[in-house]
């Protein structure tokens, strides 16, 4: 168990940690300095000397790590990283129910769960903790960037165990709506049954076939509405019955009816990623379940409908309901 960080959160994000290794060689330490190894360590793009001038770097005790310390084995290390300027993602968070275990909210198009990558402060964790004052906040499943509708949190670690495993067992009911063309000749409801393989490094997620079934939803055509371009489109019940990476959006692509504004299926679009003119049509709706705490029903539905439409970051941030 490594110990707890020296350094405070920062903008909702906890330090980074790093470890020397265990051992040296009997040559003696491969690294002189600790200077030497946050150099071999990090990539080459992070300004390592910048960053021990400015005593960016502490030890377990929360001393300044300076470029001449004399290296030590089994050492933690702390530091926060540096983060770009993200543009505002625009919309407004819903905080469609609030407790004191659970927090659930309505995000916006474009807004990424966790910080990560290239999404740090954009992110619904990072945002919510700091809107709320709740800094353990944590989700308990993830939604795409760029899909909209119902995320489910905790407001602190200790609560996280029993909602997950309710996760796990597939104990929770969930409900999606989609946007996507009409085919005169697809028969609804059907149950779409296959094998989805989403390989690191890649964009798209694909259908291997002939392999065991570990991906599987239910599609349902709720209503038809009229299309900006006078065209008929269907909004499409979906619920899954498993949960693997761009599941939905693969299969109504591979039913033919990809999602409306989906830059991935069924061909990647080259959008850019600060790009929010166009949301993808897709909607986390409703979540139900029973609660493994205290055994109370429990649903929750969007503030949202379709079509989602395009926002400015003047449209707001956080709303509060319920």
């Known amino acids: 168990m490594p ?71 089994a050492r933690y290390v702390w530091f926060h990283r540096d983060l770009r300027d993200e543009p505002e993602v625009p919309g407004v968070v819903h905080v469609v129910h609030r407790d004191e275990r659970l927090v659930v909210v309505d995000k916006p198009p474009f807004l990424s769960t966790i910080p990560r990558g290239r999404h740090v402060m954009q992110s619904v964790v990072v945002r919510m903790r700091a809107e709320l004052d709740l800094p353990e906040l944590s989700p308990l499943h993830r939604l795409d960037r760029v899909t ?16 997950q495993t309710a996760f796990e067992r597939r104990a929770v009911d969930k409900t999606y709506l989609a946007l996507a063309p009409l085919r005169a000749d697809l028969e609804l409801p059907l149950v779409v049954r296959d094998h989805i393989r989403k390989d690191r490094g890649t964009a798209q997620a694909q259908v291997v076939p002939g392999a065991p079934v570990n991906a599987e939803t239910l599609v349902e055509l709720d209503h038809e509405v009229d299309g900006p371009d006078g065209t008929q489109l269907g909004v499409y019940r979906l619920t899954p019955r498993t949960g693997r990476t761009h599941q939905l959006r693969l299969h109504l692509s591979g039913l033919g009816i990809p999602i409306v504004g989906d830059p991935l299926y069924p061909v990647e679009r080259d959008v850019a990623v600060d790009d929010f003119r166009t949301p993808l049509q897709l909607l986390a709706a409703e979540v139900a379940f029973t609660d493994p705490v205290d055994g109370a029903p429990r649903r929750f539905r969007s503030v949202r409908a379709l079509p989602l439409v395009a926002q400015t970051p003047e449209d707001g941030r956080t709303g509060l309901q319920g």
Do not use: C, I, K, N
């Open 148 to 163: 909209s509708g119902l995320l489910m949190l905790a407001t602190e670690q200790r609560w996280r165990g029993p909602y």
């Open 3 to 73: 110990p707890r960080s020296p350094l405070p959160a920062r903008h909702g994000l906890d330090a980074a940690r790093l470890r020397t290794p265990d051992r040296v060689g009997t040559a003696g330490a491969p690294w002189p300095t600790m200077g030497a190894w946050l150099r071999h360590r990090l990539p080459e793009h992070v300004d390592v000397a910048r960053m021990l001038t400015d005593g960016r770097f502490v030890d377990d005790g929360g001393r300044t790590l300076h470029d001449d310390d004399p290296y030590v084995p």
